[in-house]
């Protein structure tokens, strides 16, 4: 049973490009959260994906948006990437809106 | 707003001791839940567990235990035996519920502990 999978590992990007992650749940999982670990803090809440529909959301700007699948995996874009960016983009699967939540192991992305 | 402070940046202990990990809370709800997780160099989050504010007894996992004291607003992560395994950051965390019934976690800032052969 494989577990919350996220893709790329790592990647390098520079300063106004634009960047996709992506995101797939444990098996039998249809709620996705995505979260923003800058270093040597802990995880923010960035917003949270549930019936193809981004349900809640945290301080993040609009340059911060995503999107959830019919097969209930997801992805989370960033435009106008700023040096402040850079982080590690945690991505949590649910069983449901008040399910336990697994994490994946991140997407760390360095914006030079 | 709810917050979780921990106030212990690094911590190291002997294999084979305890540890206590420090974790307070505010919050003005009287019905929240508060969780421990163990992020390894991976970056995966891994739960430990799990304590609701109504729950009677501390809870127990294994080697680990949650000092919950609630007049203190204090959640403390106790690890026994510690293992060389055991390195890595720790995170004390707090359920905030949203619209929907939802919920979001709301994390401390973490303490590094180094466990020393």
Not at chain 1, 19 to 29: A, E, N, Q, W
Not at chain 1, 81 to 105: H, I, K, N
Not at chain 2, 75 to 82: F, K, P, Q
């Given at each position: 049973?494989?577990?919350?999978?996220q893709?790329?590992?790592?990647?390098?990007?520079?300063?106004?490009?634009?960047?996709?992650l992506?995101?797939?749940?444990?098996?039998?999982?249809?709620?996705?959260?995505?979260?923003?670990?800058?270093?040597?803090?802990?995880?923010?809440f960035?917003?949270?994906?549930?019936?193809e529909?981004?349900?809640q959301?945290g301080?993040?700007p609009?340059?911060?948006?995503?999107?959830?699948?019919?097969n209930?995996?997801?992805?989370?874009n960033?435009?106008?990437?700023?040096?402040?960016?850079s982080?590690?983009?945690?991505?949590?699967?649910?069983?449901?809106l008040?399910?336990e939540?697994?994490?994946?192991?991140?997407?760390?992305?360095?914006?030079? | 707003?709810?917050?979780?402070?921990?106030?212990?940046?690094?911590?190291?202990?002997?294999?084979?001791?305890?540890?206590?990990?420090?974790?307070?809370?505010d919050?003005?709800?009287?019905s929240?839940?508060?969780?421990?997780?163990?992020?390894?160099?991976?970056g995966?989050m891994?739960?430990?567990?799990?304590?609701?504010?109504?729950?009677?007894?501390n809870?127990t996992?294994?080697?680990?235990?949650?000092?919950f004291?609630?007049?203190?607003?204090?959640?403390?992560?106790?690890?026994?035996?510690?293992?060389l395994?055991?390195?890595?950051?720790?995170?004390?965390?707090?359920r905030?519920?949203?619209?929907?019934?939802?919920?979001?976690?709301?994390?401390?800032s973490?303490?590094?502990?180094?466990?020393?052969?």
């Amino acid at each position: 049973d494989a577990g919350v999978t996220q893709s790329p590992t790592h990647l390098i990007k520079t300063r106004g490009q634009q960047v996709t992650l992506r995101c797939s749940p444990k098996s039998g999982h249809d709620t996705v959260s995505w979260y923003q670990q800058a270093l040597g803090q802990g995880p923010q809440f960035i917003f949270q994906y549930y019936e193809e529909e981004e349900r809640q959301r945290g301080n993040f700007p609009d340059r911060f948006s995503g999107h959830q699948f019919p097969n209930y995996s997801s992805e989370l874009n960033v435009n106008a990437l700023l040096l402040g960016d850079s982080a590690l983009y945690l991505c949590a699967s649910s069983e449901g809106l008040t399910g336990e939540l697994f994490f994946g192991e991140g997407s760390r992305l360095t914006v030079l | 707003a709810q917050k979780i402070t921990q106030t212990q940046p690094g911590m190291f202990v002997q294999e084979k001791e305890a540890v206590t990990l420090d974790c307070t809370y505010d919050t003005s709800d009287p019905s929240y839940g508060l969780f421990w997780y163990k992020q390894p160099s991976s970056g995966e989050m891994i739960f430990l567990i799990y304590q609701g504010s109504y729950d009677q007894q501390n809870a127990t996992e294994g080697r680990y235990s949650l000092n919950f004291q609630k007049a203190r607003k204090s959640a403390n992560l106790v690890i026994s035996a510690s293992q060389l395994g055991d390195s890595a950051m720790y995170f004390c965390a707090m359920r905030e519920a949203m619209m929907d019934s939802s919920y979001k976690l709301i994390f401390g800032s973490g303490t590094r502990l180094l466990v020393r052969p």
